[in-house]
């Protein structure tokens, strides 16, 4: 069982604008960075958004990250069908003295 | 460009062992943690192992703890998992992946994975 929460799938239509939440607790997300990861099918994670909101060169500004107390949330705007895929968030965690991956939210572009 | 290369995956029967290698080219390996993470059929991504820049430090997900051990040999920019007392729920695509940094921070880049299978 993931130790950061987020919804199992979500949906939207192209151009639309979809928000992904991710929940943790103060000993992951509270106390460090979040991180975003996409998932296209088949292939490697690839970073979307690294220190809760930055994202590395290469990543469109339709991608954005925020991050407020113990929950943080992925927002994707201008929706395009290749933006269908899975999308992980990951912080570390003091606990557990290691990342922690949420379980993981599979977009679909209607 | 950072490019990150796994190999040694296979089907190993319960309670063996295998050794995972990661070749690493485009950066300075030596300067970066790196992590192995796993990803079972239709899963999520767990993380298994970190292991810091000069090999100094290493940390381990609870689940392999006492089974697994991450290893760097920075004079040929490979990483290393050895994988042993291996179970069914290991079976897993293993990515290796570079750290933001010296130590164990969050991943940036990733290989493309090596498939282990557990099986009898």
């Known amino acids: 069982q993931s130790v950061l929460t987020q919804p199992p799938s979500a949906s939207e239509t192209p151009g639309q604008r979809v928000t992904i939440s991710c929940s943790g607790i103060?000993?992951?997300?509270?106390?460090?960075?979040v991180y975003w990861y996409q998932q296209l099918p088949g292939t490697a994670p690839k970073l979307l958004i690294y220190r809760n909101n930055l994202r590395p060169s290469g990543v469109p500004d339709r991608f954005s990250g925020s991050k407020s107390g113990t929950s943080a949330s992925l927002a994707i705007s201008e929706l395009r069908s290749e933006d269908e895929a899975d999308y992980y968030c990951a912080a570390w965690d003091d606990s557990l003295s290691g990342p922690m991956f949420g379980g993981g939210t599979k977009l679909t572009v209607l | 460009q950072v490019q990150l290369v796994e190999s040694g995956g296979g089907v190993v029967l319960p309670g063996g062992s295998l050794r995972l290698s990661c070749a690493a080219s485009g950066f300075n390996f030596s300067n970066y943690g790196i992590h192995w993470v796993r990803q079972a059929p239709g899963k999520g991504l767990e993380w298994v192992a970190a292991?810091?820049?000069?090999?100094?430090?290493?940390h381990y997900a609870d689940s392999v703890k006492g089974r697994f051990t991450i290893s760097r040999d920075n004079s040929k920019d490979t990483l290393f998992l050895q994988m042993g007392s291996l179970r069914g729920e290991d079976s897993a695509v293993y990515f290796c992946?570079?750290?933001?940094?010296?130590?164990?921070?969050?991943?940036?880049?990733w290989g493309l994975g090596t498939r282990v299978t557990v099986s009898s």
């Open positions: 103060t000993s992951n997300i509270g106390s460090d960075y």
């Open positions: 292991i810091w820049f000069d090999g100094s430090n290493k």
């Open positions: 992946a570079r750290g933001k940094g010296r130590f164990a921070n969050l991943m940036d880049y």
